[in-house]
Every structure is written in C-alpha cells, then in structure tokens.
C-alpha cells in the first residue's frame, strides 16, 4: 500500500505544480534555497581545501609566503595542484564526464536539447571536483561549477515530482541562476542569467521564477556567508560627466577585444593539449598539473579565482608591465587549467582580464588618479564578459551588484553594447557555444521550429497496416485490400524482406491477365524511406512517389509505416497543443468565469 499512496502524492504534486503558478513558484524558492545552501558549501570546500594545501584561506593574500600551517617555504606550490589532481581526475571519469571543463556549455545543451534532465550526481562531483580544482590553485571560476550545480538540483527536483519537460527545463535554468545569485550576490544578475543565457526566453512567468529562486538563494547565502560584495572597492566610484564617455568606449573596444581572445586561445589550447596528450583521461590533469604548478611557483597571483589581486589592480596598486602580465597569465593559465581536464568557469577570469584591461587603459590616461583606474577597470569587467559571452543585460547588471557601484551603469552600459557588437561582428561564436560547435552539438535550428522537427522516420512511424506475402494470389490480395479498407499494402518476401507495395490497380491489371497471378507478379512500387531519414527526406519521396504512404526500411526490413494522413494528423496535434498553451488561465481568471457578477469591478 506504501508504493500506490506514494504514486498517489507525486501525482498529485505534479499536477499542482503544473497547473498553479503559485505552486509553482513555491517549488522555484525551494529550488533556490537548497541552491543557495550548495553555494555555502561549495564555498566552505573551496576554502577549506586552499587552507589544507596553503594555510591560508586564499593564497592571494600571502603571496610567496611559506606554508601557514607546515611553515615549508613555498615549493610546495608545485605539488599542490598534483595533489589536487589526483583526487579529482578520477573522480570526474568515474561518476560525471560532464562535470569536467566550465559547466555552462553543459547546461545549455541539456536545457535546448535533452529536455532539461542532468543527472542528479553531477550536482556532488562538480562540488567536490571544483573546490579541489580551485582550492589547488586552478586559475578558474566559480560561476560555472555553481551554475551546473543549481541546475542539476531544480532538474533533479522536478523530474522526482513528474512535472512535465518544460516545467523540468525552467526548474533547471532558474536553478543555474540561482547559483549565479548566491555566489555573486546578484540576484538580479543570476535571474537574468537564467533567463539570457540558459533559457534565453523572456516572459513574465519565466522572469518571476527566476527571480524568486535567486532571491530565495541569495537569503541563504547572506545568512552563511554575509553580504559584502564579491568585489569590494575601498571607495565609491563615479563617472563625472555623462557627455565624455569617450574613455568608456576604449575600454569597451579593448575589453571586448580581449574577452573575444581569451575565448579563442581557451579552445586554441585545448587543441594543443588534446593533440599533446595520449594518455588515459583520468591520469591527465595530474600530469599536466605538473606544468600547473611550475607555473604557480613562478608567479603566484594566478592561485585559484584570484580577487583579491583584481581588487588590487582596480586601485592603482600595480605598474603597467605587471598589469600586461597579469593579463596574459590570467589567460593562459586559466585556458591551460580547463584544456587540463580541470573543473572551473570562466566567468570570473573573463570578469579579471576585463578588470585589468581597464586597469591598464586609466593608468595609461592618469597613472596618478587610482578611483579613475578603478572606474575603467569595472568598466572592462563588464566589456570583457559580454565580448566572450554575449549575454549584454548580465554583464551589465553583474558587474554593477558584484562591486556596489550603481553609479557606474551608464558607462557599463555602453561598454558592454560596444564589446558585444565587435564580438558579434568577428564571430558568431561565444565562449560557451563554441565548445558545444566544436564538438558537433547544436543548440538552435531553424528546422526545430517547423511542424515536424528534425523526427527521424523511425520517431515518425505507425505500425505496418497491411502486408502482403509475394506469393500470394492476386485474387486475395485484393480482398484484403477490399475489406481492410486501405489503398496501399507492403509486400514481403518469405523471408520477411521487403519486395514492394502493392496498390488495388496494380493488382487488378495483373489479375485480368492472369487469373492465377501471384502478388509479386503485379508492378509493385519500390519507394520507401530509412530509419535514419529526417522529416525532410521522408516529404521529398511522399511527394515524388505515386504512394500516399512509405515503408520504413532498416537492415532490408519495413519496421514501420509513414502515411500522409498520419503526418497531417501528426501536425494538427502539435497545432491543437499549442494553441491550448496559449489559453493557459490564471487562478484569478478562473474565479472570474464562476462569479460573473464580480467582472464589473475589474474593468
């Protein structure tokens, strides 16, 4: 009796949340609250894990220090992301494949192509895979690992509840946002995120969940961790005057450029690395790590997400030539990371080439004025993520709550526009979709929107009406086709093979010839369509054949039967269901129906 009473709540469950938005939203703030207690501890590991292998709960702040614990001098730095490496290689190609590299990509495919399903276990190993990646000093982000994992948690918990696919995919694309929301205290950027860059719809029921669950996580986040900006400048910034923009605009063309490089040299890198290497997946980052930790030895600003060091390059504290190799390190070392078999975003790195871009740029216009270095450089954060991603509204509002500095909108602004029409002139790629293109993924076509899709023949198919043996009498075939009512019959041989299909006039010729005909003495039409054929293929022989159905042939056997009349059907099915979508009601609405009278106070 447990498993029936069980059924009987889920179902139940799933219909409410189906049908009522307010339902829905409940389960949108549930999705964002455990998001945002993910968040917490996703930052608790990173934390925990850079003070194991420093001592320090952000190596950037001790720069070239011995070991805060085992007070060793700081050659352990080349071991640390070996270590590292080690634990998470593994685990990454045993329990979540996915897992590996910045996340979003990921995301996006489930969301547009799968449905929205991500397994449940991707949600843990990429916790765990990414704390030890960025506690052990991978130059990466957070921004990825966190997004996969909200996502995989709102997908996990409406496919548990049995809601519908397209209530899967908004669960899913808010929870990305939510984890956006707790992580960079932005819930109005982490809502956007969802809606511009994951979902990329825009209605005001998607925005309202979106925006619930990111509040939902950023209250979360606020009560563990506090609510102190991710990028806290020591002062206020403002633009002085609204009419010189002009050093706004440089900045949105050089961020944007270098956003757009830090793309191609990540994927460039990758290549080299793949090329490179021929080893076993779980042995390579370990390996390469090797290099990783050389690298850190040399120069340690590039240990882990790094903000301190951006903070520093926002207030003037670095000369022009460190700031050029902080730039160029930051590149290479996180593109080195990821192409590695690593577990980090790219967000943050793009957010830190932008910041030091600008930076570069006001100490070139006024090295001695350090709230000017300040303001260009949040102004590149914001180019240099729009020039890599394209999502403007994001890169604008993320910046703004990331480092407290609403006054700077209106420059954001029109850096961010700058960068993504240089981006969008250069390429059609963005750094999250190029890894789906290179990979032959797609995303978005054009043939998805049309009535029958990309449906393969074999999707496309009903069961074979009628058929035929060749050796047959005419007489009988005839009969059959008579009395079943249908215009057209396959044809096999008697091995099952299929030989034709056999129209009642083909047999009626053959029968007043020969009284004593067979089936497979008629003229038999040879037209038919492969399992593998797309909507496309299956329309073009339906057409320029005499037949008004086709047999689906696999291996030299018809498994199945495509008709014109089942694909009109088909069609009007998909047209009916549609247009009941668009009369979805409102509870409100519903009440109005039942009280007639109450209408005319809401004119």
Known sequence: MKAPRLGFVRNSLSTLIRDHRFALALMAAVVGLICGLASVIFHWCIAG?????????????????PHGLLGVSKWFLLLVPIIS????????????????GHGIPEIMLAVRRKGGVIPGRVAIVKIVASALTLGGGGSVGREGPIAQVGAAIGSKLATATGLPTQRI???????AGAGIAATFNAPLAGAMFALEVILVKFSAETFGMAVVASVAASIVSHYFIGNAPVVALPQNLSWESDIALAPAAVVGILAGLAGLAFSKILYSLEDVV????RGPEWARPALGSILLGVGLFFFPYMYGSGYPIQVSALTGKYTIPLLIALLLARIFFTSYTIANGGSGGVFAPSL??????????????SPEDPLFIGTLGVIGMGAAFAGAARAPITATLIIVEMTGQYDLILPVMLAVVIAVGISRFLTRETIYTAKLIRRGDTLDEPVDHTLVGRHSARELMEPVPLTLAAADSATSALRQLHRTGESTALVEDNHGGFVGLATPLAL????????????????????HVLAGDLPSEVLSVLL??????????????????ISQRALVSRMYREQRRAIAAGKQSSWGSRWLEKHPGAKRYFK
């Open 49 to 65: 894990w850079t003070y194991l292998m420093t001592g320090y709960t952000d190596y950037t702040t001790h720069l070239g220090e």
């Open 85 to 100: 490496a080690i634990a998470y290689g593994p685990l990454i190609q045993k329990w979540a494949p996915t897992a590996r």
């Open 169 to 175: 995919i908004l669960l899913a694309g808010v929870g």
């Open 274 to 277: 793949n090329w490179a290497y």
């Open 352 to 365: 830190f080439v932008g910041a030091v871009t600008g930076a570069i740029v006001g100490q070139v216009i």
């Open 508 to 527: 009626s010729a053959v029968h007043g010839l020969d009284r004593d005909a067979h089936v497979g003495d008629a003229s038999l039409d040879t037209s």
């Open 544 to 561: 320029s054949s005499r037949m008004d159905a086709l047999p689906v042939i696999e291996d030299g056997r018809a498994i199945g039967w």
